[in-house]
C-alpha cells in the first residue's frame, strides 16, 4: 500500500482512534505527560490529528491553519532526549493497538513514527 492512501483506508476514524488512544496514555505519562500544555490538551490532540491525516493523504487542514509542520523547530522547547523519544515510541505502539489499526498501515506508520521522532531529539 502507497502512504498516501492512508487516510482513505482508514478515514478520519481511524486517525481519531489513534490519536485519542495515545493522548489517553500521555495525559498520565511521568515523563511525557507534564511536556504537553495542561489546559491545552485538547488542542494539541487536534494539532497531532490534523497533521497525521495530511502527512498520510487527507485534507490540508493542518497547514491551512498552522502553516508549515516544522516539526523539528517546533518541537525545539521541549527536551527531547532519547529517553522521551522512546516513550513517545512505546506509547504510539500501544495506541495503533488499541486503535486497531490494520496490520498494513501499521507496518507503514511505525517505522515513520520510529524515524520522525529520532529526528525531533534535541537534548
Ligand atoms: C520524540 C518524542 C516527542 C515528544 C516528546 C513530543 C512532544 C511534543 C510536545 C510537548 C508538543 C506540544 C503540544 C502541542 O501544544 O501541540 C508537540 C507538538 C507536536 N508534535 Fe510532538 N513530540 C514527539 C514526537 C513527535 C512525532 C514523532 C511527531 C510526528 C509524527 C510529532 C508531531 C507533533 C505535532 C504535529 C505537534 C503540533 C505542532 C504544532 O502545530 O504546533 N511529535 N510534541
Redesign the pocket.
Known amino acids: 500500500m502507497d502512504e498516501m492512501q492512508i487516510y482513505q483506508t482508514i478515514g478520519e476514524d481511524g486517525f481519531n482512534r489513534l490519536v485519542a488512544a495515545f493522548y489517553r496514555r500521555v495525559k498520565t505519562d511521568d515523563l511525557?505527560g507534564k511536556?504537553?500544555?495542561p489546559n491545552?490538551f485538547e488542542?494539541?490532540e487536534q494539532?497531532?490529528r490534523l497533521?497525521?491525516i495530511q502527512r498520510f493523504g487527507g485534507p490540508t487542514t493542518y497547514s491551512n491553519e498552522?502553516g508549515h509542520?516544522r516539526?523539528r523547530m517546533?518541537?525545539a522547547p521541549?527536551d527531547?532526549d532519547v529517553l522521551?523519544?522512546n516513550r513517545?515510541i512505546k506509547l504510539m505502539t500501544e495506541a495503533m493497538t488499541e486503535a486497531e489499526i490494520p496490520a498494513e498501515i501499521a507496518m507503514i506508520l511505525k517505522p515513520y513514527?520510529e524515524n520522525?521522532?529520532t529526528f525531533?531529539?534535541n537534548r
Open positions: 511525557l511536556m504537553y500544555p491545552d488542542n494539541a494539532r497531532l497533521f497525521l498552522r509542520p516539526l517546533r518541537h521541549f527531547v522521551a523519544r513517545w513514527f520522525t521522532a525531533m531529539i
